[in-house]
């Protein structure tokens, strides 16, 4: 909405005013640009106290302008509450475009029955191309994965389209990535190839990626320190952080994704730091 701010979901009223998604701001917002298609992506949680009704609530620009009119989604999930939802850009080929047959917005999230019983996380997507044509309704593609994976980061596109001397989309045919803090001196790398015409997909386990050995900040927990306020900042340094960033140089370089999360500093000091990753290879 012109003349700013406004809570976050007044952005969704284009998805009507029924939509839980137009009176609640339930937190874990994504803002996100589609360099391809140059729109902006915005999205958030929506539901009631007893997680009962639970939403996805999606809202994607009708130009690049992000202070314009948008197109709105809610994506009901019923009983089950999609915690910490993230967001992805995908595309593969020789060139820039929402039309090769792994382009999508690519999303995972903790699925909770009843907002507390953990199912595992779920990996979606819906078709790159439906960002610029926005239809009434958009068609996912999803699998449910098992209490072990949790937490996942979608692999999400560095680059600038028709910029010389930028990166490229993925190698043709390449699926998606999506990447696992394991708690255990280890990230989990998956595939997800998604079929939208079944509204489902496949997922292939890559060889895990040992690390050397850190501490969790806080043991997971809050402990980070604020100016002028005794609260203390979540680390959620049981997970990897957002985003995981994606960029094929292409060459003797190749493919490189990088990742962080928050470490203690040693096992003897509390000093909460930033542990970084650089996955590389040409496959």
């Known amino acids: 909405?012109?003349?700013?701010?406004?809570?976050?979901?007044?952005?969704?009223?284009?998805?009507?005013?029924?939509?839980?998604?137009?009176?609640?701001d339930g937190g874990d917002p994504i803002v996100l640009y589609d360099r391809i298609d140059q729109r902006w992506i915005i999205s958030q949680?929506?539901?009631?106290?007893?997680?009962?009704?639970?939403?996805?609530?999606?809202?994607?620009?009708?130009?690049?302008?992000?202070?314009?009119?948008f197109a709105a989604y809610d994506v009901p999930f019923g009983r089950n509450l999609p915690d910490y939802p993230k967001l992805g850009i995908w595309t593969t080929g020789s060139t820039w475009n929402n039309s090769s047959a792994q382009a999508g917005v690519y999303f995972s999230a903790n699925i909770f029955s009843h907002g507390s019983s953990f199912i595992g996380a779920q990996m979606c997507s819906f078709p790159l191309s439906a960002v610029v044509s926005q239809p009434s309704s958009i068609p996912w593609a999803c699998y449910q994965n098992g209490t072990s994976v949790y937490s996942l980061l979608p692999a999400d596109l560095e680059g600038s389209p028709g910029v010389s001397g930028t990166?490229?989309?993925?190698?043709?045919?390449?699926?998606?990535?999506?990447?696992?803090?394991?708690?255990?001196?280890?990230?989990?790398?998956?595939?997800f190839t998604p079929n939208f015409a079944a509204q489902s997909g496949t997922v292939s386990s890559l060889p895990n990626l040992g690390a050397k050995t850190f501490y969790e900040a806080c043991g997971g927990g809050a402990?980070?320190?604020?100016?002028?306020?005794?609260?203390?900042?979540d680390s959620l340094g049981d997970r990897l952080m957002y985003r995981l960033s994606y960029r094929n140089y292409g060459g003797s370089i190749g493919q490189s994704?990088?990742?962080?999360?928050?470490?203690?500093?040693?096992?003897?000091?509390?000093?909460?730091?930033?542990?970084?990753?650089?996955l590389t290879g040409s496959g």
């Open 45 to 69: 949680l929506a539901y009631n106290t007893s997680f009962t009704n639970n939403h996805f609530c999606l809202a994607i620009s009708k130009t690049s302008d992000a202070t314009g009119s």
């Open 257 to 278: 994704m990088v990742v962080t999360h928050s470490v203690q500093n040693s096992s003897t000091s509390s000093q909460t730091g930033v542990r970084w990753y650089q």
């Open 1 to 24: 909405p012109n003349g700013g701010p406004a809570p976050i979901h007044a952005i969704f009223s284009a998805a009507g005013g029924s939509s839980v998604c137009s009176t609640i």
């Open 167 to 191: 990166t490229n989309p993925a190698p043709t045919g390449t699926a998606e990535y999506f990447l696992q803090f394991s708690g255990s001196n280890t990230l989990k790398l998956y595939q």
């Open 223 to 233: 402990c980070v320190p604020q100016l002028g306020t005794s609260t203390q900042l």
